[in-house]
């Protein structure tokens, strides 16, 4: 066997749709019947988003916290769709955002400055133009603090800080740390001019990473990030995890369930037991984007052309991970066929249609009677395609929002005339 075969072989050996993507017969059915119509009326590739699996999700978060002093925020970036942010602002929730676009967007929702939480890095270049009264804002560094303290004196912004913990490692550079947030020698010379301005931070942000394997690493962090805050003589009263959850249904290109080692029951008594050991914290703080979102999209692409004779069949999309699904380089999501058909399955290999080998959503035991025409859902395309969505070769691809029986169509495909007019 050449390396080549070998490669060839391991990746086959190991298609989509095993336990760590299951999906149920309910699921299936629920998204079945979406995105009939909805491709019948904006065609492929598009990208389909219910209210229903939010509202559920939202509804396990209130069960698993109930009795804590937990409050969760939307990450604006994870899945920036207009009807999504609605329904979750309509409950009475706030918006993380990290950049001027997003708080713009969310001021344009009409959602409170005090509903409005301000992360990321460099605020400083563009906060200064928005003296809203009330804001949340999370300083990032010690020039963020320097330029941005006087403001938020003035316009009673309501602050935190963001501290960098060790679990921050860069993992394309091992050894050195996210550029996010203070480093522990930091924090008192911030707090020094907090206090000039006679203000003090009432939040300690953190943020570890995404897809967090288990919750005892919220744990290590919040103990990490309080016993810096003791040291430089501060007790904050929130304490903000960021987000990170795991989402259910989702494997790593191994086919691990990314989920394998987190649940909300866990997470509950990490929460608890944070609150124990630090008496002081009377508000957590959760961002959870991915977690959250996944389950409330999918994608729907068009199998364009079947192609046989390349050591395992593979078939071409109208869609793919180039332009609708980034996240496909890392996670292995459940593929099913929207018609249902009979017959055994066989590996495939799904394609997107630009001209990388790049562009694929992995291995799928699909059909063998699949053929040109039929239409794919790509499962738990929530969180980050619509964010991370390009242009390769193509247009933008339609967005449908579900609430009950009701779609709306967000955006159209995107043509080449729409492009010409300067969209
Ligand atoms: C500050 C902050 N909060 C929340 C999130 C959402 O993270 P996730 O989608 O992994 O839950 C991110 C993502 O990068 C983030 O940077």
Redesign the pocket.
């Known amino acids: 066997m050449t390396v080549n075969e070998r490669k060839r072989a391991r990746a086959v050996a190991k298609p989509g749709g095993d336990g760590a993507t299951h999906v149920s017969a309910l699921d299936l059915a629920f998204w079945r019947a979406r995105v009939g119509p909805t491709v019948a009326a904006l065609g492929t590739p598009c990208l389909i988003f219910a209210e229903e699996p939010l509202r559920q999700r939202i509804a396990e978060l209130d069960v698993a916290f109930a009795g804590l002093p937990v409050r969760h925020w939307w ?1 604006f ?2 899945l920036p769709l207009r009807p999504a942010v609605r329904t979750w602002h309509a409950l009475g929730r706030g918006v ?1 955002v ?1 950049s001027e676009f997003e708080l713009r967007a969310a001021l344009g929702l009409r959602i409170p400055p005090s509903s409005i939480l301000v ?2 890095p460099c605020k400083h270049s563009w906060l200064p133009r928005y003296p809203l009264e009330g804001l949340r804002v999370n300083l990032d560094s010690v020039v963020e603090t320097r330029r941005l303290a006087p403001m938020a004196r003035r316009c009673g912004w309501h602050l935190g800080l963001r501290l960098s913990t060790r679990a921050e490692e860069n993992f394309e550079y091992p050894g050195i740390r996210a550029p996010f947030g203070l480093m522990p020698g930091e924090v008192g010379e911030v707090l020094r001019m907090l206090r000039r301005t006679r203000q003090l931070p009432e939040v300690l ?1 953190c ?1 570890l ?3 967090v394997p288990e919750p005892r690493y919220y744990r290590e962090a919040a103990d990490e990030v309080l016993e810096t805050a003791r040291s430089a003589g501060w007790q904050p009263a929130i304490l903000d995890l ?4 795991p989402p259910a249904r989702v494997a790593s290109r191994k086919g691990t369930a990314l989920s394998a080692g987190f649940s909300l029951a866990s997470m509950r008594e990490a929460l608890i037991t944070i609150r124990a050991r630090h008496r002081g914290v009377g508000e957590i703080w959760l ?6 979102t996944a389950s409330c999209g999918v994608l729907a692409v068009t199998v364009l052309e079947v192609k046989e004779g390349r050591g395992v069949r593979e078939v071409i999309c109208d869609g793919g991970r180039t332009m609708q699904a980034m996240v496909a380089t890392w996670e292995r999501h459940a593929m099913r066929v929207q018609s249902a058909r009979r017959g055994p399955a066989v590996p495939t290999l799904v394609h997107g249609p630009t001209c990388m080998a790049f562009d694929n959503l992995g291995i799928h035991e699909l059909p063998r009677s699949l053929r040109a025409g039929d239409v794919l859902i790509w499962f738990d395309a929530g ?2 395609q619509m964010s991370w969505e390009t242009r390769f070769s193509h247009g933008h691809a339609a967005l449908a929002w579900w609430a009950g029986d009701r779609r709306t169509t967000v955006r159209p495909r995107e043509t080449a005339e729409a492009w010409l007019r300067g969209r």
Request: hydrophobic share 20%; net charge positive.
């Open positions: 990450s970036k994870t993380e990290v992360n990321g942000h943020h990473r995404t897809n960021g987000g990170g959850f961002e959870n984007g991915r977690w959250l969180a980050y």
